[in-house]
Structures are given as structure tokens and as C-alpha cells.
């Protein structure tokens, strides 16, 4: 649905994204993540059309940003981080209007801005001025002018932003719910958000992507394959079995949090499954295993180790 291939922008001797690729597939919920000033606003703004790439080329279900703009531009709804709201219209008033700029016809009108009201809950204020909205109810109207014309595409910059945690969860909700009709791009700073919502993430750090997968693959990937284990023996009885084997570099003892055992994390050789040995050495000294499990690493631990590690390689 969305290609992005080899698009650079540069600001003069800046670069402020750098020759980056990536496809969104139809019906894919994508988290666009990194730090500020990392190029994500950038992009998101050469796939909306809002700015052009430097080099490079953006396709929207197949028709390129900027030699089929119209065309392409049809297919996508976009909500800036501060959507852009007329105040002292009415919330219907608004929509009309932007059905105005996305051409809907006339006859269409107010069936699809009831139905987009409806989706977005917003139908109770929709006599109301925009300036007296709160916050919340501000970011769903901003929602709903970026679906007015049914894209295929939505792009959502930040969407949750200043949100009550109550708001929050009821964005994300309406996003994933969104995200059965719709190919979505979402850039948040709220991580738990993204991993809740998002099929597959990107992160890009200094114009660059330096990550790009599921959540879940990304941190089996980078979280090295260590293993939490809890085994009914002292430190010193499991560390001497488990350091007989071939395959584990690494041995973290953690003290012990039931009477007769040990907490360790144990870090194997990259790619090496250390599982089936681990349990075979540690049953055959008659030294049970009470708990094993995967060391997981969370979408905030998957962003800091990505960005640090490029950071300092730059």
C-alpha cells in the first residue's frame, strides 16, 4: 500500500533523512518511532506530500506523491501532532468544510460525516464550537477531518498527545479498530501505546532506520536469547553445572528469592539455543528447574539499545 524507496531530504548541508526504504502493507498498522530531530516527522510529511523528498520516490497504492499528487493524496488522511482546527467553527461546520477541500459530493455528505462522527464519538458535540472542546474531544475531531473521504491510508502523528490516560486508552482503541479498514502509519513517544497497537515497528535514529520488525521478533533478536531460570540448588552448585557448558558466555546470579534455591540470567553465544542443554545438565545433578523463561526486552528497552548503539557508533 505504501512504498518508500531511497528517499533523502537534505536542509542544505544537512541531512535530515537518509536514503531510507520501507513498505507498509495493506492493512498493516506500522509504529514510525525515534528520537526528536531523528527525520520521523520529515518522513512522514515526504509520504504525505506536505514537503518533497530530495531524492527518492513515495508510492500510495501504487500512484507516486508527487507525479500523481491529486490522485495519491486522495488515498491518504494525515493528523498532524496540532491538527489543524478552525476554532470558531462548529464541529460540523469543520467537517463540511474539509469535505469541501477533499471534494466529497454533495449527496455523500452528511451520511459519511454522521458515520465518521459516530466512529469517532463525537456526534453529542457536533453543534458545538471547536474552542470549547476539551482536549480529547479537540484530537478526535482531528481524527475525524483526516478520515473525511474514506482514504485507504491514515497517518497519525502523535495522536495521543496530552491525553488523560483515560483518553489514551480510548484512542488506542479507536486506532486499532481503525485499523481494520485502514493501512495505518502511527508515530507515538508513548512506547507501551505503540506496542499495544502496532503489527510491526520501524525506528529510525539520525535520518536512518536502525530497527524495523515486530515487537516480538525485535527483542528475541536483540535481547541475545538469555534465559531467566530459578533452580532449586545453592549459587554455587548451579554455577558449577551450567559453566560446563559450551554455548553460554555469560552466568548472572541473582540471589535467592525462595529458601533452597537461586535466581540466574544466563547469556548464550549469539544464535544458540541453550534451552534443551541447560535443562538436560541441571537434571542429571538432580537439580530441578522452578522457573525458565526468556529475558523479553520492551519496546522502551528495543529504542534506547538501538538509538544508543548508533549513537555512539556515530
Not at 507498509?24 to 515526504?46: C, H, Q, R, W, Y
Not at 544458540?272 to 522457573?291: E, H, K, Q, T
Request: negative net charge.
Amino acid at each position: 500500500m505504501i512504498e518508500v524507496e531511497g528517499v533523502t531530504k537534505r536542509y542544505g548541508q544537512r541531512v535530515a533523512v537518509d536514503n531510507i526504504s520501507f513498505t507498509v502493507n495493506d492493512g498493516e498498522i506500522l509504529g514510525f518511532l525515534g528520537p526528536n530531530g531523528a527525520g520521523k516527522s520529515t518522513t512522514m510529511n515526504i509520504i504525505t506530500g506536505y514537503i518533497s523528498a530530495t531524492e527518492g520516490t513515495v508510492r500510495i497504492d501504487g500512484k507516486d506523491i508527487l507525479d500523481q499528487p491529486e490522485e495519491a493524496k486522495k488515498d491518504i488522511g494525515y493528523l498532524p501532532e496540532f491538527p489543524p482546527l478552525y476554532l470558531d467553527m462548529t464541529v460540523s461546520e469543520y467537517l463540511n468544510f474539509i469535505c469541501d477541500i477533499r471534494k466529497v459530493p454533495q449527496e455523500e455528505r452528511k451520511q459519511s460525516i454522521d458515520k465518521i462522527m459516530d466512529v469517532v464519538k463525537i456526534l453529542d458535540v457536533k453543534d458545538r464550537l471547536i474552542k470549547n472542546l476539551s482536549k480529547g474531544y479537540k484530537q478526535r475531531v482531528g481524527l475525524a477531518q483526516a478520515m473525511v473521504g474514506n482514504p485507504k491510508v491514515l497517518v497519525l502523528d502523535e495522536p495521543t498527545v496530552g491525553l488523560d490516560p483515560r483518553q489514551i486508552i480510548e484512542m488506542r482503541d479507536l486506532i486499532k479498530k481503525l485499523g481494520r479498514s485502514h493501512t495505518i502509519i502511527l508515530s507515538s513517544h508513548i512506547l507501551p501505546e505503540v506496542s499495544a497497537i502496532c503489527d510491526r515497528i520501524i525506528i529510525i535514529n539520525k535520518g536512518k532506520i536502525v530497527a524495523s520488525g515486530t515487537p516480538a521478533n525485535l527483542s528475541k533478536r536483540l535481547g541475545g536469547g538469555r534465559l531467566s531460570l530459578r533452580i532449586a540448588a545453592s549459587e554455587k552448585q548451579a554455577a558449577d553445572v551450567l559453566s560446563q557448558l559450551p554455548g553460554i558466555i555469560k552466568i548472572d546470579l541473582r540471589g535467592s528469592f525462595e529458601p533452597g534455591t537461586v535466581d540466574m540470567v544466563i547469556e548464550p553465544e549469539e544464535d544458540v539455543d541453550i534451552r534443551r542443554p541447560v535443562f538436560n545438565a541441571l537434571s542429571r545433578a538432580g537439580y530441578p528447574i522452578l522457573m525458565m523463561r526468556p529475558m523479553d526486552l520492551s519496546l522502551e528497552e528495543i529504542f534506547m539499545q538501538v538509538t544508543t548503539q548508533e549513537s555512539e557508533v556515530n
